[in-house]
């Protein structure tokens, strides 16, 4: 018997062959004295290194791994959203009490973990890659959420975000048995083959509630309502650089094969589920713009944004359209850029005043640190769609493509939801400028409610006055908040960054 | 070229706003003023030579659409980043950079001692170049982005004196109800684009008349949307509460935004969008008649209330009801025409009742004010030539322009005849508002502050309070400085009102029945495609009209004397004769109230709902048989700080039943 192994497209793997190596090498690292405290430049190196493969694989159109995997267009574009905003949080993380409690090594080994989640989630053409992705994206980012370990609400939002993450993950494998079941298969081609094969599958009730359930495993991870609680907690608890890089990162790998498996694996059932997506956008945007009008904390509201965000993000979705899909992924780059702008500002903000993201820890910014006013401002009126940012295109662009589709209800929503938007966000500007510019005071910190210190963690270098003078704090969100509105003025490179994407779906939706 | 000029006149407030506010710590303060000054002045002569190379094409391609790249081409949708300039827009662009010349040239000596000279004027620019951009847009979503950067300018410079807290929630209020009228817009856009598959307003207009059919359903929702958006920027019923607060807003604000230009932009909206009015001839009307009980209402208002920038306020309310009339019933140029003119004689009323409020030390009620005639004679010249106007007086512009719109209802006859019997009735009380400022303010002994500054020479100092609630403020954000200015001794203030002035009494021989028409010839281009474009009165019906504003002009003034000059018994008398009547009247109609119960507190309703009760009692409720058994569970589960894990758990159980049922249904 001759056994003939697959051949093995080095090329089409470089990436996550380049992040695997990465990790490797930070968890090597971390052993030798001498080189440990130069993890950071490793991971960047790495990252790298990975964007340097990704781009070099750019017009890649390969079924890697046996068909298990496939590197095109989509997994390129959305694959690179994920390491740059990576990239961020290592920057973000440096100085963090949450980086050198943990030990800085491993957690840049989790973060890389993470991101190689991403990676290959975003490359998922099968069930076991889709669930396997899926599943180390998220463990280490449980843990990561918990790194700051004298915070009693960082230990809080990894230990809820653990549960919560874990009936998620629940609810999408049984969806996915309830699929194979129905379809016999497990690649996402096959499926999309074996439902249509199947005698009356396509309406089945067994298709329908794995759908159902898939659906809603995936709806935890892109928090999307009703699923959506564990975010403003999560958000706000968790240390910021690691919310920063849940925020983005996450979303972009969870909307990528969100993409992929319903417009691939279930496009032929597109009608079964557009109502059910659309109604699920809807109620995003209402949760999302309502319960952030409310909010104190920055984060918080920050997370509620994030809720309204996926809605339309979403409905790029239910269009079941090349269109949708480019909008989507257009979206997606921009609230990359709003949303490593914001939490940048507020990165430093809690550094100068001790762990405070209260919204009044903003007051007066503007006049007396302008450099950081103004890329928070930036990002609030990008995030509120107000022309000339990349917000504005962004949603243009997905009411477009709903509108063309015949969402016409769904694309009002979005408008609606963006006008609810303005107050929060403009609040937050007005914060920054309008506001008298008196010195908030530090937190205070309870001592005694603190938590035993955990063997190995270090002190809390908790306030760094100088923070708005550190360039890779700076630096992070200035070139973001340009580039929101960069893309704001002259959209095109990133119309055609989203068209790559939505052109590798070219085979199977209109 | 044309076009090359109309992008300068984006360019410069733009340039001005971004010098001045990033310039902040290194540039003095006057050179500030003097750049935003500079700034529009050049938008000013722009806007001319534009109108200059306008005129000089042949009349049916007095039209220029450009580009300046394509802003984003998204599937077929493309949009430009393009203005349209045809006579209507340089009508626009002319009167907004005019007017505002001259406010900002008012402001440099009115702000003089305010700590935020910087700030205002970087605001002042931007918000001018918000206007423009409205003006000039040459697509529905460069519309939209005028619209709602000058609902933001609007909103900032509202709350300027933000350590104020009627002043910041006056804000929050204009820019909420603006922001339900931008939904208005935007639904709006979006329907016209799935309609006409355009954004574009050549080929909007050109494309609506193939594709809808007179008052077919879909286009009069389109314009009752635009309607939305119209009413809430120009402060009509119902959305008209929001203006008399943002009387808290610096004087030359009130004066530049909230008389001059922003406010009509509800009224360009409807003359730029004319082609689906015409369509949809149901929206029309009731964009007429909504500007005839604005007008009606509000005269009512600012009868009885006694704060002096409210009944100026108010009095702005109701002559812009007059121009959503003109424009509703087809006679676009009146409309236009009276924009016009309301501009220069409202935005002079408001200066001078800037310069009144500084001399009362910041007192804004005119029940305090008294025999301001000898030690303010330059203002109280200056109101005199406001008032004359706002009535209608023969001569003055006011009289031409309002009574244009008033014969053209006459003209349509039919139920139109009925809003030319309103509109007389709101003339007369026009007249009646106006002089009881005059009346109150001007003749009489003098009130203790118009004798310190004539026996002194200079204000009187005054404790720094807010005029709304008494309460002390900090002269560093919450008040024009230490020091006042009053017209006759600062020469900005002077020049602007001089020339505001002038233009209020001879700015309507441009447009003599008969003889001149000069704004309806320069716009005929615009409008030679409407329904209307060959209806207008006769030279003799015309005049006919006149007289008849002059006679009722008159009376109200004559009116005005009687009651707060000859027998000042007799408002009091009115008053407790017919009491519910006043309190309607200076409850304003009870306008707010509907508007809280309407709309703010359902939505406050829902957000406390959505925090409390969902988030918190819903889920605390539906839990706690659960608690107990969950207790023991774990330790650290129940001591949560934030959010409740077991509410989420039951929630998101919910929520996948729901799921799964939804489908369950479908698959039978």
């Not at chain 1, 849940?246 to 691939?264: C, G, H, L, N, Y």
């Not at chain 1, 918080?300 to 809720?307: C, P």
């Not at chain 2, 000058?150 to 209020?173: C, E, H």
Request: with cysteine; proline share 4%; aromatic share 12%.
């Amino acid at each position: 018997m001759i056994f003939d192994a697959p051949t093995i497209d080095y090329a089409g793997l470089s990436p996550i062959i380049a992040l695997t190596a990465g990790l490797v090498a930070i968890v090597l690292a971390a052993v030798i004295d001498p080189i440990k405290r130069f993890g950071p430049v490793l991971a960047l190196l790495a990252y790298a290194v990975t964007a340097g493969c990704l781009i070099w694989q750019w017009n890649a159109d390969v079924d890697l791994v046996a068909g298990a995997l496939r590197l095109d267009g989509l997994a390129v574009t959305l694959s690179l959203l994920a390491v740059v905003s990576a990239a961020v949080a290592v920057l973000l993380a440096i100085g963090d009490p949450s980086e050198t409690q943990a030990g800085r090594s491993d957690w840049l080994a989790l973060l890389t973990g993470s991101l190689l989640g991403m990676v290959i989630l975003a490359q998922a053409t099968s069930m076991l890659t889709f669930f396997v992705g899926l599943e180390l994206l998220s463990i280490p980012l449980y843990a990561l959420c918990g790194t700051n370990l004298r915070r009693r609400e960082s230990l809080e939002s990894g230990l809820k975000y653990l549960i919560v993450g874990s009936v998620g993950s629940a609810t999408l494998l049984y969806g996915l048995a309830m699929i194979y079941g129905a379809s016999g298969a497990t690649g996402f081609q096959a499926i999309a083959d074996g439902l249509q094969a199947g005698d009356g599958m396509l309406s089945d009730s067994l298709t329908l509630v794995g759908v159902g359930l898939v659906a809603v495993g995936l709806a935890f991870k892109v928090s999307i309502a009703p699923f959506h609680q564990w975010t403003p907690d999560v958000y706000q608890g968790a240390p910021t650089p690691v919310t920063a890089f849940m925020a983005v990162a996450t979303k972009a790998a969870a909307f990528a094969v969100f993409i992929r498996f319903f417009e691939v694996a279930l496009g032929p059932i597109a009608d079964q589920w557009d109502v059910l997506l659309a109604a699920l956008a809807a109620l995003s945007i209402v949760v999302g713009n309502v319960g952030a009008l409310a909010q104190s904390s920055l984060k918080r509201m920050l997370g509620y944004s994030g809720i309204a965000q996926a809605g339309y993000m979403l409905a790029g979705i239910v269009t079941a359209t090349q269109a949708g899909v480019d909008a989507l992924v257009f979206y997606l780059a921009g609230y990359v850029a709003m949303n490593v702008a914001a939490f940048a500002v507020v990165v430093i903000r809690e550094r100068q005043t001790g762990f405070s993201d209260d919204i009044s820890s903003l007051r007066g910014l503007g006049r007396s640190k302008p450099l950081v006013a103004w890329p928070l401002t930036i990002a609030m009126l990008a995030l509120a769609g107000l022309p000339p940012t990349v917000g504005f295109i962004g949603k243009l662009y997905l009411i477009e493509a709903l509108v063309d589709d015949d969402w016409t209800w769904l694309a009002v929503m979005i408008a609606i939801g963006t006008m609810i938007s303005l107050a929060y966000y403009l609040r937050v500007a007005a914060t920054v400028w309008m506001s008298p510019a008196d010195e908030p005071e530090a937190a205070a910190i309870d001592t005694a409610a603190l938590p035993p210190q955990i063997a190995g963690a270090q002190v809390d270098p908790f306030d760094d006055p100088h923070a708005d003078r550190r360039w890779y704090l700076l630096a992070p969100a200035i070139i973001a908040a340009a580039a929101a509105v960069f893309f704001g003025v002259i959209p095109q490179p990133l119309v055609e960054f989203a068209n790559h994407a939505g052109n590798a779906l070219s085979i199977w939706i209109s | 070229m044309t076009a090359t000029w109309a992008w300068l006149v984006l360019l410069f407030p733009l340039l001005g706003s971004m010098t001045i506010g990033l310039t902040f710590r290194v540039l003095p303060e006057r050179t500030a003023g003097l750049v935003g000054i500079a700034a529009i002045v050049a938008a000013f002569v722009c806007g001319i030579l534009a109108l200059i190379g306008l005129q000089g094409e042949p009349h049916e391609s007095r039209h220029v659409a450009s580009s300046l790249w394509e802003y984003a081409s998204v599937g077929g949708f493309t949009i430009d980043l393009g203005i349209y300039v045809d006579p209507l827009s340089i009508f626009m662009v002319l009167v907004v950079t005019g007017v505002s010349s001259l406010i900002h040239i008012y402001s440099y000596s009115y702000m003089k001692s305010d700590q935020g000279y910087h700030r205002f004027f970087s605001y002042l620019n931007f918000f001018v170049f918000s206007m423009l951009v409205l003006v000039l847009a040459g697509n529905f979503i460069m519309l939209i982005v005028g619209w709602a950067l000058v609902g933001f300018a609007s909103y900032a410079l509202i709350s300027y004196w933000y350590r104020r807290n009627t002043a910041t929630k006056a804000g929050m209020k204009a820019f909420v109800i603006n922001v339900v009228g931008d939904i208005g817009l935007y639904i709006a856009a979006i329907l016209i684009f799935k309609n006409l598959g355009s954004v574009d307003y050549t080929a909007v207009f050109e494309k609506a008349p193939e594709v809808f059919s007179v008052n077919e359903w879909e286009i009069v929702a389109i314009c009752l949307c635009l309607l939305v958006g119209a009413f809430a920027k120009s402060a009509q019923m119902p959305f008209h509460t929001w203006l008399a607060d943002a009387m808290e807003g610096p004087t030359p604000v009130s004066s530049l935004i909230h008389a001059a230009t922003m406010v009509t932009a509800g009224v360009y909206l409807i003359a730029r969008c004319f082609p689906l009015f015409e369509l949809a001839p149901t929206a029309a009307d009731i964009a007429a008649w909504v500007g005839l009980a604005t007008l009606l209402i509000a005269g009512t208002i600012a009868i009885a209330v006694t704060d002096l920038k409210r009944i100026i306020a108010y009095s702005t309310m109701s002559q812009i009801g007059y121009m959503f009339v003109a424009v509703g019933i087809g006679g676009y140029s009146a409309g236009m025409f009276h924009l016009m003119t309301h501009a220069f004689f409202k935005a002079l009323l408001f200066m001078a009742a800037g310069s009144i409020i500084s001399a009362m030390a910041n007192m804004q009620d005119i029940d305090k004010m008294k025999g301001f005639r000898k030690a303010m004679p330059f203002t109280a010249a200056m109101l005199i030539i406001g008032a004359l106007a706002l009535s209608g007086f023969p001569g003055t512009s006011g009289w031409f322009s309002k009574d244009e719109i008033i014969d053209f209802a006459h003209f349509r006859g039919g139920m139109y005849d009925w809003m030319w019997i309103g509109m007389l009735i709101g003339a007369f009380m026009t007249a009646i508002y106006s002089f009881r400022i005059i009346f109150r303010i001007l003749p009489g002994p003098a009130c203790k502050e118009a004798e310190y500054l004539e026996q002194h020479g200079h204000v009187i100092h005054g404790e720094p309070k807010n005029p709304a609630t008494g309460q002390l403020e900090d002269t560093e954000v919450g008040y024009p400085g230490e020091e006042h200015h009053i017209a006759e001794q600062a020469g900005g203030m002077k020049f602007a009102m001089g020339v505001l002035g002038v233009l209020a009494l001879i700015g309507g021989l441009v447009q003599i029945p008969g003889v001149s028409e000069v704004i309806t010839h320069f716009l005929e281009p615009t409008f030679e495609d409407s329904i209307y474009a060959g209806m207008h009165p006769s030279v003799s019906q015309a005049w006919t009209g006149l007289a008849e504003g002059a006679l009722i002009s008159i009376a109200g003034i004559a009116t005005a004397w009687l009651l707060y000059i000859k027998r000042p018994d007799l408002p009091a008398r009115f008053r407790s004769r017919f009491s519910a009547v006043y309190t309607l009247c200076v409850n304003k109609w009870y306008g707010d109230q509907v508007i809280d119960f309407l709309i703010v507190n359902p939505v406050k309703a829902f957000g406390r709902f959505c925090n409390g009760v969902f988030e918190r009692g819903v889920i605390n409720g539906a839990t706690a048989g659960v608690a107990g058994i969950t207790r023991s569970a774990g330790a650290a589960v129940r001591d949560m700080q934030s959010g409740l894990l077991r509410g989420y758990a039951v929630l998101m159980l919910f929520g996948i039943l729901a799921i799964v049922v939804y489908f369950l249904i479908r698959s039978i």
